[in-house]
């Protein structure tokens, strides 16, 4: 029998987002300062009107809401799902007042893209695009990553933390406290931000010849897309407009950082790499990306795409990279991607569905997922081959040995499910509106592990149906479903409870 | 007669041979971007828009990116419509060809318009694969220029006052507000 939610549990609701609202308005203090020192004043403007909302629904929500609120489980649940509608939203604000989206859906469709770190863009005339609005876009993909909830755990103490921090798709946690454990997420950003921002500002002015100030604006805004794993980029050509090696590899070591689970930093930061590598996650994810860049070296060798050694490594290698890790920025037009066919498109398809590691800021199925369900299904076999009364028990390597019981395959399997069913369903709207079946399930896994890779399905003129069910797959691939599910009972409840 | 005849075949032979040498066929770059492979290789010309940076390198060559889109005659900030995004390939020259060129667009500025004359590198081995266009002359068309877009006064005005008022609907302690009875 489900209960209806009473008041005080929407006053407790209120009172956390109240304090994210809050923090997420400080957060916008940084492109606004920004704007002011550009010389931005239209978007300046803009960001002033959106810190004023989230700060008055923060206030508002305080006002409301519980003093010192105890959360519990589905409370945790119902703030991260609906944070993770509401913010988006509000963050909206400044790309609704620039001009440069046809329609106010068009202007969320980026919002929700950013902050889920997924990358895919509907955006008009980017290269003509305000630094500090450029800016904006590549710092909700950095808090996104992180999480916004994350975000607002190491500013605020209060009970419950766990069911935030769970909600937003971070399994492990391996400090004592969720409070310290988000404070190591941060710590982990900001040595990456250090060195990657220098590193690329170095290659940028030394190397590409940018002039100081442009090295550091592309050096931020790669480094916020990069170690978020959300692929934006400042320029309309994606990565391709630096055309440099260096530039990427540089690029690349914020994207790797990123896709590395928090809990795998710890262990390397510890001086425990032999433990990092003995994990199962590490060594599926590290199979996996072996197997496709094999894949794909072996699809542009048929298909004739590169003629040349270091151009097959260095592009089809890059885009393997950039898919494995969800974040999706291209060497390549979204045109020259579309046509790669064969072992190369099959290669991408499974990087992209594989995705990186939980805990990490990468998407897809996590490689954790599916090296359980290769041990499961392993599992089965063996039973079916060995004799009946053979006892067979199955541990893994992942922090410690653990044991793989029924209830973690089932949870396994449920979540894996879910990212096929989204992926399938994606892709079955995609055909209705007249798709290619490779495009449309190409783009609908883009969109639901969070990729951002296209090969231009994704454009201010497709179909609303279609950009809505896109910015769904988005929301709940982000979120990993729980949330999402945790959302439509709470409302269900409220309707329908007793 | 005979005069006539020989004026007339050398003619059609100057046409026959002349063509390679003195056309590079004109394209677009979303012609470039959606059919380079076919391209690979030619002299053509391409007309657009200088946008983000120059990067003078050290090797001789600088690097930028030449838009072909609807918001080269109209970017946003001009009053352009939005029209998706841009279309743009990557394209360098020797340095000496870059200096003297007015800012790239970017924020509030319509970069030069060019016409740029090169050959298409598709795949280029020696570029690890990359695709760019290879500049060996370029025509400015249309000189840069800067624009405007004014400062929203009512958004700033509505924003500065939402600010204003949490302050003054930030809910006071309940321990403060005992205190007070």
Not at chain 1, 457 to 483: H, I, N
Request: hydrophobic fraction near 50%.
């Amino acid at each position: 029998m489900l209960i209806r939610p009473h008041v005080e549990d929407v006053r407790l609701i209120g009172a956390v987002m109240g304090r994210i609202f809050l923090v997420m308005a400080t957060a916008t203090v940084l492109p606004l300062v920004w704007a002011a020192l550009a010389g931005d004043w239209h978007p300046f403007g803009s960001f002033l009107l959106t810190i004023g909302v989230f700060g008055l629904l923060g206030v508002v929500g305080l006002r409301v809401g519980t003093e010192h609120p105890q959360v519990n489980w589905s409370h945790g649940m119902v703030v991260v799902a609906l944070t993770w509608l509401v913010v988006p939203m509000i963050s909206a604000i400044p790309f609704v007042l620039s001009g440069h989206f046809g329609d106010t859906l068009d202007a969320l469709f980026d919002s929700v893209s950013a902050l889920t770190t997924t990358g895919l863009a509907v955006i008009s005339d980017l290269d003509h695009l305000a630094s500090s609005l450029n800016f904006w876009r590549h710092l909700l993909q950095f808090m996104g990553g992180l999480g916004i909830v994350v975000a607002a755990l190491t500013v605020f103490a209060g009970s419950g933390g766990i069911s935030l921090y769970i909600g937003e798709a971070r399994g492990e946690r391996f400090l004592p406290s969720i409070i310290s454990t988000a404070r190591f997420l941060w710590a982990v950003a900001i040595v990456h931000f250090v060195l990657v921002v220098t590193g690329l500002t170095v290659v940028g002015w030394v190397v590409l010849g940018f002039e100081p100030g442009r090295a550091v604006f592309h050096a931020i805004n790669m480094f916020l897309a990069g170690f978020s794993t959300g692929g934006f980029a400042p320029q309309s050509t994606s990565i391709g407009y630096y055309h440099s090696a260096i530039f990427e590899v540089v690029a690349a070591t914020a994207m790797a950082g990123g896709a590395m689970s928090f809990g795998l930093h710890h262990s390397l930061w510890q001086g425990r790499p032999k433990d990092a590598l003995a994990n199962l996650e590490t060594r599926t994810l590290l199979s996996s990306m072996g197997i496709t860049m094999f894949l794909v070296l072996v699809g542009l060798v048929m298909t004739e795409a590169f003629t040349a050694i270091p151009g097959l490594t260095r592009q089809g290698l890059f885009q393997i990279f950039s898919a494995h890790t969800t974040t999706g920025w291209a060497t390549i037009s979204s045109t020259e991607l579309g046509q790669w066919g064969g072992f190369a498109f099959v290669a991408m398809g499974i990087a992209m569905a594989v995705g990186g590691m939980g805990s990490a800021t990468a998407g897809g199925v996590k490689a954790l997922r599916v090296g359980l369900t290769i041990k499961a299904i392993l599992n089965q076999i063996k039973q079916v081959l060995l004799p009946e009364r053979a006892v067979i028990t199955t541990g893994y390597y992942q922090g410690g040995k653990m044991r793989l019981t029924p209830e973690v395959v089932q949870s396994v399997m449920t979540i894996s499910l879910l990212y096929v069913g989204s992926y399938l369903l994606g892709a079955g709207v995609g055909l209705v509106y007249g798709l290619p079946l490779k495009d449309a399930l190409f783009e609908s896994v883009s969109a639901a592990a969070t990729i951002g890779l296209s090969v231009g399905v994704t454009d201010p003129s497709m179909p609303v149906p279609l950009q809505m069910v896109y910015m769904v797959e988005m929301w709940a691939g982000r979120l990993e479903f729980m949330a999402l599910f945790a959302l439509l009972g709470f409302v269900y409840a409220s309707v329908r409870g007793k | 007669m005979r005069r006539v005849l020989g004026l007339v075949l050398g003619m059609m032979l100057l046409n026959v041979f002349a063509v390679p040498v003195l056309g590079a066929t004109e394209v677009t770059v979303s012609v470039l971007i959606d059919f380079g492979a076919e391209w690979a290789g030619e002299e053509v010309v391409v007309r657009g828009e200088l946008v983000g940076d120059y990067g003078f390198r050290g090797d001789g060559w600088m690097w930028t990116q030449l838009n072909g889109d609807a918001y080269v005659s109209q970017p946003i900030g001009d009053g352009g419509r939005p029209q998706g995004g841009n279309s743009g390939v990557g394209i360098r020259m020797p340095n000496e060809m870059g200096r003297g060129l007015d800012p790239p667009g970017g924020y509030l500025r319509r970069g030069p318009v060019v016409k740029a004359t090169g050959v298409w590198k598709w795949h280029d081995p020696s570029r690890q694969g990359e695709s760019y266009l290879e500049v060996s002359s370029l025509e400015v068309i249309e000189e840069g220029y800067e624009m405007d877009e004014g400062v929203d006064w009512g958004v700033i005005v509505v924003g500065a006052g939402l600010i204003l008022l949490c302050p003054i609907l930030w809910p006071r302690r309940r321990h403060e507000v005992s205190e007070s009875e």
